[in-house]
């Protein structure tokens, strides 16, 4: 029997992570914070660990008195939205450092290290053409989120040490997810909102199919590489909103197009509520630069190649076991 550690266990794709893992017949632990909800981390066969990130010696401590050796650790650990966005770099960087650090020294680096990045840690492509997003482009990411993505794996690549594979997945949606959710409710509400004029390509990886991808990868694929996660399809804004329509049942939906600089004024005056109140907002500086991206198409050929991925939710199918969650639990 395999070991595993999940890193970042309890949000929307850990849980998923973990019940693949005991259905594969994986020892798995999940690694949590203290204050981190178990809703999704039920099942009585999963172990815990509790760490504190913000240390690289508290993490050791932790490590050393589990007593325990992982074949495999998948490192979920990340923050999407932030008040301070100096979050995003302890966050996402420097907790991704700490852990890093204290399994080497420890001496339980894993046989593979599998981080979960983002594609947003690319930045904008060709916003002319629309060519695909690629693994071997130079990154130029525009956000803070993706910014800190970025250093985390460029710290991992310096890492002789640790043997690691980066996801970096599109949107990821699914039951439980909370972002693509507002739109499901606002088209179900017979409106959808787009940004912007141009032509955008988006894509979207089911949750069950990336967490697929997370294990195949384990299984198959070699160690200090990198691999685009997504739906081979794209789509555009007007053909995501006619699928959410049709598997809502709603035949009238009004699209509301938005030009750029209006959601960029609310989005900053979004952001700053949220700094006032200490939660973070959906909008905010960061995820104008998301919206305003116009090609998120990517190429998914090394990962199809290396370990055989081809992701088997298409965006209908996938929405259709999303509503049918959201439905249920209304």
């Known amino acids: 029997m395999k070991r595993l550690l999940i890193v970042g266990?309890?949000?929307?794709?850990?849980?998923?992570i973990c019940k693949k893992a005991l259905e594969l017949g994986y020892e798995t632990t999940a690694g949590i914070r203290p204050s981190t909800s178990r809703e999704y981390l039920g099942d009585e066969r999963l172990k815990f660990l509790e760490f504190d990130y913000s240390s690289v010696e508290s993490i050791a401590q932790t490590l050393n008195e589990s007593g325990e050796i992982w074949d495999y650790v998948i490192y979920n650990l990340g923050a999407t939205k932030c008040t301070n966005f100096r979050d995003f770099n302890r966050i996402n960087f420097e907790c991704l450092r700490n852990f890093g650090t204290a399994l080497r020294q420890c001496g339980k680096s894993p046989e593979k290290f599998l981080y979960v990045s983002s594609l947003s840690a690319l930045g904008p492509g060709d916003e002319k053409g629309y060519s695909p997003l690629t693994e071997s482009m130079i990154p130029r990411p525009n956000t803070k989120y993706g910014l800190s993505k970025i250093k985390a794996e460029q710290w991992l690549e310096t890492q002789s040490g640790l043997n690691w594979i980066i996801f970096r997945p599109t949107g990821v949606y699914?039951?439980?997810?909370?972002?693509?959710?507002?739109?499901?409710?606002?088209?179900?509400?017979?409106?959808?909102?787009?940004?912007?004029?141009?032509?955008?390509?988006?894509?979207?990886?089911?949750?069950?199919?990336?967490?697929?991808?997370?294990?195949m990868a384990l299984a198959e694929a070699p160690t200090h590489r990198r691999y685009?996660?997504?739906?081979?399809?794209?789509?555009?804004?007007?053909?995501?909103?006619?699928?959410a329509a049709q598997e809502l049942g709603r035949k009238f939906v009004i699209p509301v197009k938005l030009p750029l600089w209006a959601v960029k004024a609310v989005s900053a005056i979004a952001e700053k509520i949220g700094a006032l109140t200490g939660?973070?907002?959906t909008l905010n500086s960061d995820k104008y630069q998301i919206m305003k991206q116009r090609n998120w198409n990517c190429t998914t050929k090394a990962a199809e190649d290396d370990f055989g991925f081809v992701a088997r939710t298409n965006l209908r199918e996938g929405l259709r076991k999303t509503i049918v969650a959201y439905r249920q639990s209304n």
């Open 279 to 281: 939660k973070p907002s």
């Open 9 to 16: 266990a309890g949000g929307f794709i850990g849980g998923f």
């Open 174 to 215: 699914g039951p439980h997810e909370k972002d693509y959710l507002m739109m499901i409710k606002c088209i179900d509400k017979h409106f959808d909102f787009g940004v912007g004029y141009r032509k955008q390509l988006l894509t979207f990886i089911y949750v069950e199919d990336l967490v697929e991808a997370m294990f």
């Open 228 to 243: 685009n996660i997504s739906e081979q399809l794209y789509y555009t804004q007007a053909e995501f909103r006619k699928i």
